[in-house]
């Protein structure tokens, strides 16, 4: 009975004490613990958003490049011709229409009215229309370690500035120039990052198989190989590299390659858009 008395007043006894003595955090303790937490939510928030960005982007590219893909086997099938790319630059040395690709043009309007049609338009528009001069826009390198202008890249370079506004509101263009049909895409047209590799393309038709393609695999040149290069657009469109380091204002020309392929650039176990810059 005296055990029971006892124990009923230590357990009061300590009770009390505790309502006296309030367990609690100190303001510092309290500060400290929110910004730790702030900190490690800065350095996710951080990387999931950027995982989410590249994401977007790699929706977009899948998106363009099926666009095109079907346009071009839409103007083969419009238009009876087994090698489309062939037919379009074809370039006679003895030319009576005085211009160096005879088909040129026609190969444009046939890009553009398929184009239009794989999206569902019934050709509402004209090419002057719908034709856009983005010289006073930004380009910036894969790495974002330089500007692009046009005159930088010489022929091809005229195939980002020189563009048309899909009803999707994608840039895509094409250009006959170097013997080769080129087609450039931006995948989300006016809106950022407006990088090369990021969401600006450029292709090459292939003339055996007519598909997108890019000609051989980017060589990564040093410095010291570039100086062999005399005209400023050869060295800068060198090697079309697609890497981290280069500050070439060709670099991301030849992303295209990697792009096609789902490949990462200097990661082999990263497919392409997992490794964006």
Known sequence: MIDTIYKSYHNCDIAHHLKKYKIGFTLAEVLITL???G?????????????????????QYKKTVSIVSQAILKAKADYGLDKFAEYCTYYPYASDSGKPYDHAEECYQILFKSLLNVQGQKNPYTQNEKFINRHNDTIRTYNNKQTVTASDLAGIG???FSTYVMPDGSYISFNIVEYNLHIGVDTNG?????????DIFIFYLDKNKD????KTKPQNLTDE?????EDGFQKERAGNPCNLTSSQKGN???CSYYALRNECPYDSSKRYFECLP
């Open 190 to 198: 006016s809106k950022k990052p407006n990088k090369l590799g990021h």
């Open 225 to 229: 190989e570039l100086e062999g290069y």
């Open 211 to 214: 598909a997108l393609s890019y």
């Open 158 to 160: 005229f195939t980002l």
């Open 252 to 254: 991301g020309i030849g």
């Open 35 to 37: 910004g730790i937490i």
């Open 39 to 59: 900190v490690v939510a800065a350095m996710t928030l951080s990387s999931l958003i950027h995982k989410f960005q590249n994401k977007t982007l790699e929706t």
